[in-house]
C-alpha cells in the first residue's frame, strides 16, 4: 500500500511524463499515448511508467520503444519541473486494462 507521499509523487510523475510526451518529443514512432499510471520505488531510484497505446500490437511495440529511448529527455523535464533530491530511472510498460476492460463487457452482452 503506498503511502500518501509515494500517491502524490507518483500523480506528480503522471502529470509532468504526460505532459513531456506530448509537448517535447517529436518521434514519430510515439502514437496515441496516455499514461495511466506511475509506481516510484520507496527510494524514488527507479519509477514504473504504465501507458496506455491506441493501436495494434506493432504500433504498442514501436511507441514503447521510441518512449524507452527517449527516457532521458523525460527525465530531465522531471528534474526540471520538481524538486526531487533523486530523479527515477523510468521504464516504460503497456497498461491493458482497458483491453480487459472491453472484453468484460462484450462478454457480459453476450450473456445477457
Sequence with gaps: MATPRMRRINEVLREVIGSAISADLSDPRIGFVTVTSVETSPDLRT?????????????????????QSSHGVIQSKIAAETRMKRTPSLSFHYDDTAEKGMRISRLLDEEL
Design 47 to 67: 519509477a514504473k511508467v504504465h501507458v496506455s497505446v491506441l493501436g495494434n500490437e506493432e504500433e504498442r511495440q514501436s511507441t514503447l520503444a521510441a518512449l
